[in-house]
Structure formats: C-alpha cells, structure tokens
C-alpha cells in the first residue's frame, strides 16, 4: 500500500526472495498501473486476493534485477516518473509488480 502527492518521481520497493535451492538468474522487474479506480470495497478485495480489476494496465517502470543466490534476497527500486501517475483524481488503484525473465539454475 501507499499514498502519492502529485510532483516528485515516485519510488516503488520491491523484495526479491529466493525460497528454492537454484540460483536466479538476472531478470527485470516492471511497475504498472491501472487508471480506473477501484469502486468500493469488494472490488479491492477482489484486487488483493485474486489480482483482478477492471480497466487495462500500463508499464510504469521496469528495471534489471541483479541475481539471487539460493535460499538469498534483493531488494530492487523502480523509480517512476511523476507524469506517468493518476492527476488529482483521489482513488484505490491497482498497482501490480513483479518479475520477468528469471530463471534458476
């Protein structure tokens, strides 16, 4: 969760953790964003259990990880242009991220 006042660039924090016994090879994480609000409470709710929401998604911001060892973690900042967030307009809206590209080995 989080909160954004219009202006500076936004930082999304994102952990990396490695449960298995492979390395992970370098990949890249991408921020998007979805520009309709979520209506009322069932539809957050059905956005944090099944990461489901009406509209369509945009990348924000992607950037390279670094590998994680076994049984390791990262941590991987994306920063995010302010122009690429929601105007004034309050609201919930959907904010996924994760990995792509990785592999174990």
Do not use: H, M
Request: charge should be negative; charged fraction near 20%; glycine fraction near 12%.
């Amino acid at each position: 969760t989080g909160r954004y006042t219009p202006g500076p660039p936004a930082t999304a924090s994102l952990s990396l953790q490695n449960d298995t016994d492979a390395r992970l090879s370098t990949g890249t994480v991408t921020v998007e964003l979805n520009r309709t609000p979520l209506s009322d409470g069932t539809a957050v709710s059905t956005w944090l259990d099944e990461t489901s929401a009406p509209g369509e998604f945009e990348t924000l911001g992607s950037k390279a990880t670094d590998a994680v060892e076994a049984g390791g973690s990262d941590r991987v900042s994306v920063e995010i242009p302010p122009e690429s967030l929601p105007g004034p307009c309050p609201g919930v809206y959907p904010i996924p991220a994760g990995p792509s590209g990785a592999s174990r080995s």
